[in-house]
């Protein structure tokens, strides 16, 4: 499948984030015309995209999805939305669940909203493989029951309902892309990988929550290059779609596979506090990519120790912007 945009009209929500940024980059380098509607700040930061070497040819918008009037106007004119923003972070969930309703939920609505009211030609939607809960089968193919043990993955499923309603209401062309646990360069120490990487670059000690429930971890150029062939292949409109690795390792393997990685002898100590509630807790995931590969002619290009090398590189280089000694929620 020919990944060509050049010219194309692209709004990426969420384009300061980690995600974000990566797939706002890839599309200036497809000849893409991007917009990148970043979440308003009283600092002004791009995120992610402020020291971007494509800084220059991006056209940065500053809004918010929970707002309905400034996501409209950002989509004036655009062919495709890729629709990232939102809150992902679990633990605060448990937290704040109403700004997971807000941001994720009426923020998704509100695109959905002006994507029909403008007529743009294909939303991209970013689900989550949180949505599964723990793996009823495996490998998890996209009819698997949706089950909700965090308040985040109850606002995601309610957020690809939505998708799914309106392209079966209105005919919006949407595609839902469903990544299972995205890592690499400039993800946020709220998620695992970043976890580990990040104290055991700093020390020797490695502190985790459960260390058995397994995951199906896909570098992010890999979903990177799913969303862009999700938003071209005509097959995929009014589809959900997964994007996994095939391969599940659990978090103690894990923490370990990543200290070879790095060169460190590590000890691991469990943290209670980094532990979730016991029936939020997600045991097992592991994908069936075999949709991806059949609608959107994908596969992961970079396995998991490719993958890993590559991050703690980057972290190498960038631990001074995180905060190694401290619990994100």
């Known amino acids: 499948m020919e990944l060509d945009f050049t ?13 974000g940024s990566h797939l706002a980059e890839r599309l200036v380098g497809l000849g893409a015309d ?3 509607f970043i979440h308003y700040n009283a600092l ?10 494509f800084g220059e040819q991006l056209q940065v918008v500053m809004g918010d999805i929970c707002d309905r009037d400034s996501i409209r106007r950002a ?6 939305v890729f629709h990232l923003a939102a809150l992902i972070a679990i633990p605060y969930s448990y937290q704040t669940p109403t700004s997971y309703v807000r941001s994720n939920v009426e923020g998704t609505l509100n ?6 009211e403008v007529g743009v030609q294909r939303v991209v939607h970013t689900s989550t493989s949180e949505v599964y809960g723990t793996a009823r089968y495996v490998p998890i193919d996209e009819a698997h029951p949706l089950q909700a043990q965090s308040p985040y993955a109850a606002s995601k499923i309610a957020a690809d309902k939505f ?3 309106f392209h079966l209401s209105f005919d919006l062309p949407v595609v839902t892309v469903r990544p299972f646990n995205t890592f690499g360069p400039r993800q946020s120490a709220r998620a695992i990988i970043p976890t580990i990487v990040t104290q055991c670059l700093a020390g020797d000690v490695v502190h985790l929550g459960n260390l058995s429930p397994t995951r199906d971890f896909n570098y992010v150029d890999n979903t990177v290059d799913g969303f862009l062939r999700a938003a071209v292949a005509p097959e995929a409109v009014g589809r959900t779609v997964n994007l996994g690795s095939g391969r599940e390792i659990s978090i103690g393997d894990l923490a370990a596979l990543i200290g070879g990685l790095a060169g460190k002898s590590i000890r691991i ?5 980094r532990e979730r509630p016991s029936r939020s807790e997600v045991d097992r995931l592991l994908a069936d990519s075999s949709l991806a590969r ?3 002619e994908w596969s992961p290009a970079v396995d998991l120790e490719g993958g890993l090398e590559g991050t703690i590189g980057w972290f190498r280089q960038h631990l001074g912007r995180y905060r190694t000694g401290t619990y994100s929620v």
């Open 7 to 19: 010219g194309k009209r692209v709004l990426v929500t969420g384009a300061g984030g980690f995600i």
């Open 44 to 53: 002004g930061s791009w995120g992610w995209l402020e020291q971007s070497a």
């Open 269 to 273: 100590e469990t943290d209670p506090e």
């Open 111 to 116: 695109v959905l909203q002006a994507a029909r």
């Open 75 to 80: 989509m004036e004119g655009v062919e495709i």
């Open 34 to 36: 991007v917009r990148a």
């Open 294 to 296: 059949s609608l959107l």
């Open 163 to 165: 998708a799914e309603a």
